[in-house]
């Protein structure tokens, strides 16, 4: 059954409240692809700052995706760096009684960690209530300030300055100033950290504070994606004297300057943190910011209709009809900034042959998962790329054709097919049980003999980072969200992150053209001259398929009527912002 865009948005149109995103675009217009896209209305950011480092005072007005590069006004170098200065920070509201309530937000998986730099999933809302980042994502995908307030790069685009924001503090006291920062950086970039990001931050040469409220941060090679960089989770700024004091159990004790301050982690039932009276931004509405996980997907959906919850994230899309009908709940459905994709371990055989990669890809019926798993929450993934994001294209999509997988394992030499593994986190999001079932459903047809292991979240990191040369014939189910898509070809496809020992997408993938097309747009600031460059290494890319392209994934995720001014981001995750309970 082939799953259609038009079916697509008849899910999204199923969705209420002021986030639904639902309208769509094609690829840029310099770069047209194969196929339209799903894309949030407000479009994700562009890939680069500003046209050339001598005008990047600030980041870009992001153009939509179906416009020219040169309509943004940082395509142009004589843009005015004060006309795209970034807005300040919103002021604090006026002192008034926090409301002594829990604002509970419940996702499927347990944290790994609430130190920032190894703590990165899907389970970000307590994170988000703790710390704050250099920069930050808005609800429409454009970059803030946060604990910066202005940037600015040298001209030749490998220094850049951040003017840090005056009076904050950290919970434990300690004022926030450019050591913080500098602590923070060399944090995530010491292996022993175990950051599964740490790859996409290599290019940090130096880290230099001349004063409190300066820091400079030099890259080699230069970047225009660096204020976008330190919008990641994975670099949000911690304590320096909680660094010191707790060490390796900071992901226990997480100190930061965001809304809510950590109280207590009760391991698979929920985090709790309290809030902040001297946050730097809009005082805290409500006193307690509570995160439960909740693996499973009818569970998430008892705590919707109930009031166990106020957020649910990740509900089955094949509830959505029903729970519209309540009317305590919004459900929304929106187009994402998520993947779903699979990765072989291909160091070794048999998945080293891209024959073989083929017919993993070929002998999965990925428009039936779409429409009886996904229920039609998702599209077809026809790119490398994470679909909507500016510089992504599109490629044709192999055919669902099992007897052509099996020419193709009899081709590499594997006529009689051979055993594989795939390995996931089951509740990470709706439906993974499902799709692993059918994964191994549909390569068991073509010979492949697969079994599924289930592990469990503070498993993945360590199995990814492992030596792929010790995991032949093993395939990792996972999602993959990037805000940018030099962030998310990087650290998918650049032979550094996949091979590396210290990072976490050590699937072995590699191709020395590959490398090259990706160091060069890196080092382009020009959004015109970085498009081709961007499109053919995602060719190159698509060619090899290098992973088990599934499907984008839609955001399907619920509230309680009674609760508002928390923020929801298209890539997935929820931010205290205001967020009030009547």
Same mark, same amino acid.
């Given at each position: 059954?082939?799953?259609?865009?038009?079916?697509?948005?008849?899910?999204?149109?199923?969705?209420?409240?002021?986030?639904?995103?639902?309208?769509?675009?094609?690829?840029?217009?310099?770069?047209?692809?194969?196929?339209?896209?799903?894309?949030?209305?407000?479009? /994700?950011?562009?890939?680069?700052?500003?046209?050339? /480092?001598?005008?990047?005072?600030?980041?870009?007005?992001?153009?939509?995706?179906?416009?020219?590069?040169?309509?943004?006004?940082?395509?142009?170098?004589?843009?005015?760096?004060?006309?795209?200065?970034?807005?300040?920070?919103?002021?604090?509201?006026? /002192?008034?009684?926090?409301?002594?309530?829990?604002?509970?937000?419940?996702?499927?998986?347990?944290?790994?960690?609430?130190?920032?730099?190894?703590?990165?999933?899907?389970?970000?809302?307590?994170?988000?209530?703790?710390?704050?980042?250099?920069?930050?994502?808005?609800?429409?995908?454009?970059?803030?300030?946060?604990?910066?307030?202005?940037?600015?790069?040298?001209?030749?685009?490998?220094?850049?300055?951040?003017?840090?924001?005056?009076?904050?503090?950290?919970?434990?006291?300690?004022?926030?100033?450019?050591?913080?920062?500098?602590?923070?950086?060399?944090?995530?970039?010491?292996?022993?950290?175990?950051?599964?990001?740490?790859?996409?931050?290599?290019?940090?040469?130096?880290?230099?504070?001349?004063?409190?409220?300066?820091?400079?941060?030099?890259?080699?090679?230069?970047?225009?994606?660096?204020?976008?960089?330190?919008?990641?989770?994975?670099?949000?700024?911690?304590?320096?004297?909680?660094?010191?004091?707790?060490?390796?159990?900071?992901?226990?004790?997480?100190?930061?300057?965001?809304?809510?301050?950590?109280?207590?982690?009760?391991?698979?039932?929920?985090?709790?943190?309290?809030?902040?009276?001297?946050?730097?931004?809009?005082?805290?509405?409500?006193?307690?910011?509570?995160?439960?996980?909740?693996?499973?997907?009818?569970?998430?959906?008892?705590?919707?209709?109930?009031?166990?919850?106020?957020?649910?994230?990740?509900?089955?899309?094949?509830?959505?009809?029903?729970?519209?009908?309540?009317?305590?709940?919004?459900?929304?459905?929106?187009?994402?900034?998520?993947?779903?994709?699979?990765?072989?371990?291909?160091?070794?055989?048999?998945?080293?042959?891209?024959?073989?990669?083929?017919?993993?890809?070929?002998?999965?019926?990925?428009?039936?998962?779409?429409?009886?798993?996904?229920?039609?929450?998702?599209?077809?993934?026809?790119?490398?790329?994470?679909?909507?994001?500016?510089?992504?294209?599109?490629?044709?999509?192999?055919?669902?054709?099992?007897?052509?997988?099996?020419?193709?394992?009899?081709?590499?030499?594997?006529?009689?097919?051979?055993?594989?593994?795939?390995?996931?986190?089951?509740?990470?999001?709706?439906?993974?049980?499902?799709?692993?079932?059918?994964?191994?459903?549909?390569?068991?047809?073509?010979?492949?003999?697969?079994?599924?292991?289930?592990?469990?979240?503070?498993?993945?990191?360590?199995?990814?980072?492992?030596?792929?040369?010790?995991?032949?014939?093993?395939?990792?189910?996972?999602?993959?969200?990037?805000?940018?898509?030099?962030?998310?070809?990087?650290?998918?496809?650049?032979?550094?992150?996949?091979?590396?020992?210290?990072?976490?997408?050590?699937?072995?993938?590699?191709?020395?053209?590959?490398?090259?097309?990706?160091?060069?747009?890196?080092?382009?600031?020009?959004?015109?001259?970085?498009?081709?460059?961007?499109?053919?290494?995602?060719?190159?890319?698509?060619?090899?398929?290098?992973?088990?392209?599934?499907?984008?994934?839609?955001?399907?995720?619920?509230?309680?009527?009674?609760?508002?001014?928390?923020?929801?981001?298209?890539?997935?995750?929820?931010?205290?912002?205001?967020?009030?309970?009547?």
């Amino acid at each position: 059954m082939s799953v259609t865009r038009r079916h697509f948005l008849h899910l999204v149109a199923v969705g209420s409240g002021a986030a639904l995103l639902s309208a769509c675009s094609s690829a840029p217009a310099a770069a047209p692809t194969a196929a339209p896209k799903v894309v949030p209305t407000a479009p /994700p950011p562009q890939a680069q700052p500003a046209a050339s /480092p001598a005008a990047a005072a600030s980041p870009a007005a992001s153009p939509a995706p179906g416009a020219s590069p040169a309509a943004s006004p940082a395509a142009s170098p004589a843009a005015s760096p004060a006309a795209a200065a970034p807005q300040a920070a919103p002021a604090a509201s006026k /002192p008034s009684d926090t409301k002594d309530v829990d604002f509970i937000v419940a996702d499927g998986t347990e944290p790994a960690s609430l130190d920032p730099a190894p703590g990165t999933g899907p389970f970000q809302p307590p994170l988000n209530a703790i710390y704050d980042g250099l920069t930050a994502w808005s609800d429409k995908m454009e970059l803030q300030p946060a604990l910066a307030t202005t940037w600015e790069v040298t001209p030749d685009g490998k220094t850049w300055t951040f003017k840090l924001r005056p009076g904050v503090k950290f919970h434990d006291g300690t004022p926030f100033n450019s050591q913080a920062v500098k602590v923070t950086v060399e944090h995530l970039l010491d292996a022993a950290t175990g950051s599964s990001r740490r790859a996409s931050y290599t290019l940090i040469k130096e880290v230099a504070t001349p004063d409190d409220g300066t820091v400079r941060i030099t890259t080699d090679p230069p970047t225009p994606d660096l204020p976008f960089l330190m919008a990641d989770g994975s670099i949000r700024i911690i304590s320096p004297a909680a660094l010191q004091k707790f060490g390796k159990d900071l992901g226990r004790n997480p100190v930061g300057t965001g809304p809510y301050v950590f109280k207590e982690w009760i391991p698979n039932q929920r985090v709790v943190s309290e809030a902040n009276p001297d946050y730097w931004g809009p005082r805290p509405q409500v006193r307690r910011w509570v995160y439960r996980p909740i693996p499973e997907a009818a569970g998430r959906v008892v705590a919707l209709k109930t009031g166990e919850a106020d957020v649910v994230m990740n509900l089955p899309a094949a509830d959505v009809e029903a729970l519209k009908q309540d009317p305590n709940v919004n459900v929304t459905v929106a187009p994402g900034l998520t993947i779903i994709e699979a990765e072989p371990r291909q160091s070794k055989p048999p998945f080293n042959d891209v024959k073989v990669r083929y017919a993993l890809n070929q002998s999965i019926d990925k428009d039936a998962i779409i429409a009886n798993i996904l229920k039609g929450a998702a599209l077809p993934l026809r790119t490398p790329s994470i679909p909507g994001l500016f510089g992504t294209f599109d490629f044709e999509p192999l055919p669902y054709d099992p007897a052509k997988a099996k020419q193709l394992l009899a081709e590499a030499g594997y006529p009689n097919g051979f055993e594989a593994t795939i390995r996931y986190v089951s509740g990470r999001w709706s439906g993974d049980d499902q799709v692993a079932e059918a994964m191994q459903g549909f390569w068991n047809n073509v010979g492949i003999k697969t079994q599924i292991v289930k592990i469990q979240s503070a498993e993945l990191v360590p199995q990814l980072s492992a030596d792929p040369d010790t995991m032949a014939g093993t395939v990792f189910l996972l999602l993959k969200t990037s805000e940018y898509v030099d962030y998310h070809l990087y650290r998918m496809y650049h032979s550094d992150a996949t091979t590396k020992t210290v990072t976490a997408q050590r699937y072995a993938y590699g191709n020395p053209e590959v490398d090259k097309l990706l160091s060069e747009q890196q080092r382009t600031f020009d959004p015109d001259k970085r498009l081709p460059i961007l499109k053919q290494a995602q060719e190159l890319i698509w060619k090899d398929q290098p992973l088990v392209y599934l499907a984008h994934q839609a955001n399907v995720w619920g509230n309680r009527k009674n609760v508002s001014g928390f923020k929801y981001v298209p890539s997935g995750s929820v931010w205290p912002g205001t967020a009030q309970k009547s």
